[in-house]
């Protein structure tokens, strides 16, 4: 198994008055640089048509797993439970489909798939299976809806299809964010198919 790669994980010090109060801690499929603009581009489209508030082209990551809202700093424990977690994960690279746009009722324009690839369902319950089996702060969801959020309080969404755009998924990632900054905590490749 090859080992994560793991990122400094800082956001300020602990002294820092303004150090946030909790941090969103969540495994990611990250685009590569080349689909990070094409995404970009269609995030654009979506404000020119929907309006809102676009997301960064930096900060565009499909979520496979929400772990949690945790209180700042993050325990070394528990990101050390999610590392192990994705370690376990052994999966073939697989490709999806990003081919439609949509509104969710909390305000947030996205984009994702008309058809969720059964690979990515297996890597969503594998990394639930795993993060329970390490400790890690996991909550089962009903239900898993893959997406890019694209927009924030977009004004006239109209749910529609885009043109399809093709992802290779190659690795995924443990991810924190807080006040808005997101930083890549482990890395985990994929097999090649």
């Not at 990250?30 to 581009?41: K, Q, W, Y």
Request: proline residues 9%.
């Amino acid at each position: 198994m090859v080992p994560a790669v793991k990122a400094s994980f800082a956001v300020g010090s602990e002294d820092t008055p303004s150090m946030p109060l909790t941090r969103n801690l969540f495994f990611a499929l990250a685009p590569d640089p080349s689909l990070r603009g094409v995404l970009a581009a269609q995030a654009q489209r979506l404000h020119d048509a929907w309006g809102g508030r676009m997301t960064a082209p930096a900060k565009l990551h499909m979520t496979v797993l929400f772990l949690d809202a945790l209180p700042a700093p993050i325990e070394t424990t528990l990101i050390d439970a999610a590392c192990a977690a994705g370690a376990t994960i052994a999966q073939r690279e697989f490709d999806l489909v990003v081919d439609r746009a949509g509104r969710f009722e909390r305000r947030v324009g996205w984009l994702g798939c008309s058809q969720v690839p059964p690979a990515l369902k297996t890597l969503h319950e594998s990394l639930v299976d795993a993060c329970f089996a390490t400790g890690a702060p996991v909550r089962r969801e009903n239900h898993y809806t893959p997406h890019v959020t694209a927009l924030r309080d977009p004004t006239h969404p109209e749910p529609h299809a885009i043109d399809p755009l093709q992802w290779r998924v190659r690795h995924f990632e443990l991810m924190a964010s807080a006040e808005g900054a997101y930083e890549v905590l482990g890395t985990w490749p994929l097999q090649p198919a």
